[in-house]
């Protein structure tokens, strides 16, 4: 079937009782008994959700995987993967990822033993050259927030020849621009919250797997662990996803438009869009994905700039957050990314004038005139 096809249909069949053509909120705790190891397949709502899973099986079909396992956020699915681990494990990671997967990794489970090198993941003939062995590669691509974009093919060479697993963060492309399991990559993880379920009114992640074993343990860690992700939510994601290849060419349609209008601004000093073709990962991004999303960074130079600009905004919302038809912006420093040092920040890029936006499928000419008057105030 076709990726739209798939979108709508896998993982969903017509109700079993009354053939409701939406799969229903199965929200109980659990599940009556016949007997003695005598049930359904459902013994209790922690370990098994009829909607849950039928928004797991549509996710795996989307990102090209055997099997899928959704979890209560983005970095519950982060947390679930990292599960597979023992202390003593070495982890090589994108340096600049989403905050909260540098906190987790830095702040969580560098007291469980695992062993954390942030590297920049973009320059993977030098991660090669100067990496010894590590078990797992975690990327994003492109990163957030400065869109440095990884070559997924290359990195997962890398890591089969160590036989380390490579798992990527895909929430920035979504699954209709970005598959990187095709490319080599052994999971792929998602904050539902943002592309998937695309309306700014659920938290979720999921991690999808190729292989029985991974299946195996995730599907094991979700019941033993317990962060689920509620029925209600699964609902709401699997609504989300029906229409993801209509929303994603709006989206990019109306990023492409913003980050063209604001390299041409005097105020903006920089603009990080990998659909520039003088961005530095342009080719690499145009090999493994087939459109460039509506994540743009910018840079306005200073604190105060960015804090003149951002209130000065009356249809982008300044808010955590991205993927939902409603432009969201956001102020990395003091907002995603404050979990890391100030000191980390700088050596990163990541600076003070910094400002994140994740277009929407507003009207783009609407959405420009906003950014424009919020440049007036800068
Ligand atoms: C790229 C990326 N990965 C993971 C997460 C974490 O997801 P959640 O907020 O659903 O826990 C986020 C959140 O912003 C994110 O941007």
């Known amino acids: 079937m076709g990726f739209a096809t798939d ?12 053939g409701a053509i939406v799969v229903p909120i199965y929200q109980t705790a659990t599940y ?8 359904k397949g459902y013994e209790y709502a922690r370990t098994q959700n009829p909607t849950r899973r039928a928004l797991e099986k549509n996710l795996a079909a989307l990102e090209g995987g055997t099997d899928a396992y959704c979890y209560a956020s983005g970095m519950a699915a982060t947390h679930a993967v990292m599960s597979l681990l023992k202390a003593g494990e070495r982890v090589v990671v994108s340096d600049n990822v989403y905050g909260g997967t540098h ?13 954390f090198a942030f590297v920049d993941t973009s320059d993977a003939g030098r991660l090669d050259e100067t990496e010894g062995p590590f078990d797992m590669l975690w990327i994003e691509t492109p990163t957030n927030p400065l869109m440095k974009v990884c070559d997924i093919a290359a990195l997962a060479r890398i890591a089969r020849e160590r036989k380390a ?8 492309m979504s699954p209709f621009f970005q598959r990187p399991l095709a490319l080599g990559a052994d999971i792929v993880v998602h904050s539902t919250t943002k592309f998937l379920n695309g309306h700014s009114d659920s938290v979720g992640g999921v991690a999808v797997v190729k292989t029985a074993g991974h299946a195996e343990w995730l599907q094991f860690y979700q019941n033993a662990a317990g962060a689920i992700l ?4 699964a609902w709401l994601v699997l609504r989300g996803t029906k229409t993801l290849a209509m929303r994603m060419p709006r989206h990019e349609e109306n990023g492409r438009k913003v980050a063209a209008f604001l390299r041409e601004q005097a105020r ?8 520039f073709p003088d961005h530095p990962g342009h080719d690499v991004h145009r090999r493994q994905a087939t459109g460039f999303g509506a994540m743009i960074a910018f840079d306005l130079g200073s604190l105060a700039a960015a804090g003149r600009f951002l ?10 957050s991205l993927g939902g038809v409603e432009t969201l912006i956001s102020h990395p420093a003091t907002m995603t990314h404050a979990g890391y040092t ?15 936006i994740s277009v929407g499928c507003e009207d783009a000419e609407d959405l420009i005139a906003d950014l424009k008057h919020g440049l007036e105030q800068v």
């Open 7 to 18: 979108c709508i249909h896998a993982g969903q069949e017509p109700d079993p009782t009354t």
């Open 32 to 39: 009556v008994q016949e007997g003695i190891g005598k049930h």
């Open 103 to 115: 906190r987790l990794f830095t702040k969580v489970l560098g007291r469980y033993g695992l062993d």
């Open 165 to 172: 697993l490579l798992v990527v963060d895909n929430t920035f």
């Open 230 to 233: 509620s029925p209600f939510d």
């Open 268 to 275: 903006v000093k920089k603009v990080y869009w990998p659909g």
């Open 311 to 320: 209130p000065a905004l009356r249809l982008c919302s300044l808010g955590e």
């Open 342 to 356: 100030p000191a980390e920040r700088d050596a990163l890029g990541i600076r003070d004038g910094l400002v994140r």
